[in-house]
């Protein structure tokens, strides 16, 4: 490597050969969990916020669980975002990945922004009592 080669470079580099160090140290880096665990999150060209909506919006991509789109959501809020923004990163990515990745999605973030989404539904469209 040349004392002129970019960061980017070497970064790029290393990921598409698979070096496993690099990647277990991307990986501990970027975590949703790791400034929990005292690690350093990455000194690269996005902050922390930006970094953690960005890490939100590929669990919704990718179709993550409730539990994964939650600690998304908690590292989001830890980074100073907002329960608009949190939504508008559902929104933003639509187009994206398609209405139906983030229908599908929808319930878990609103659970995880403390929203009471089958409250509200209930509420709004009450299910007809039934007689016997």
Do not use: N
């Not at 969990?33 to 590929?58: C, F, K, N, Q, W």
């Not at 998304?72 to 975002?81: K, L, W």
């Amino acid at each position: 490597m040349t004392a002129e080669t970019r960061e980017y470079e070497d970064a790029l580099r290393r990921l598409a050969i698979d070096d496993e160090e690099f990647v277990a140290l991307i990986l501990a880096r970027y975590s949703a969990t790791s400034t929990a665990e005292g690690l350093e999150p990455g000194h690269g060209a996005i902050d922390d916020y930006t970094r953690r909506l960005v890490a939100l919006a590929a669990l919704i991509a990718v179709g993550s669980g409730p539990t994964s789109i939650e600690a998304a959501v908690s590292a989001a809020f830890g980074a100073g975002a907002s329960r608009d923004q949190i939504v508008e990163v559902l929104l933003s990515i639509t187009p994206a990945v398609g209405a139906g990745r983030v229908v599908s999605c929808a319930p878990a973030v609103a659970a995880a922004i403390g929203y009471d989404l089958d409250a509200d539904l209930e509420q709004l469209h009450p299910v007809a009592a039934t007689s016997d």
